[in-house]
């Protein structure tokens, strides 16, 4: 009886820390991050053109894990934390045929865009945003820039940033991983 007890035990055990090892953090979105959306809602329709001219659509990301990063050239913030996507996150998966990544700018004319990715040196694409409709698609009127957006393959979004925070950042990246080895 006790070695059935120990053996329950070490079953539980293993397959609650198997089950933190392989899921996405369940993580409670404040209020003051502005979203718009939820964690768990389908990623809204959306049509994004790149500084290149490339159109993409939501129709394009299925099936692929998708992160959008909402930026802007005057974000202070923003460029803190785009060295950090570059090297963490894009050179990482950049040749992953399962992995999108796009810099939503918002609300800045091509030129302006372009210029910015240039004196960031980042090489993942950056989409425009006139009018930031698509920024607005997932923040509130007057929420600021500095965000980010995870979708899983299926289309849903899965963990959502503001700001750059190290602790953060870090789980996305994990967030990012464990998403394209499903």
Known sequence: MKKLLSITFLTFVCMTTFAQLTAVPEKEIPKDYGYIVKI???????????????????????????????????????????????????????????????????????????QFAEDMKITYPLAL????????TFAAKGAGVTRNVIVDKKGTIVYMTRLYKEDEFQEMVNVIDFLLKQ
């Open 40 to 114: 768990g809602q389908q990623l809204p329709e959306i049509s994004m053109e790149l500084t290149d001219g490339a159109k993409i659509t939501t129709q394009d990301l299925k099936g692929k894990v998708v992160m959008l990063q909402f930026t802007a050239s005057w974000c202070s913030v923003c460029r803190k934390e785009m060295p950090h996507i570059e090297s963490d996150i894009w050179m990482k998966n950049k040749n992953n045929k399962d992995f999108v990544l796009v810099g939503v700018d918002m609300d800045e004319p091509r030129d302006k865009v372009t």
């Open 129 to 136: 945003d006139p009018g930031a409709s698509i920024f607005y």
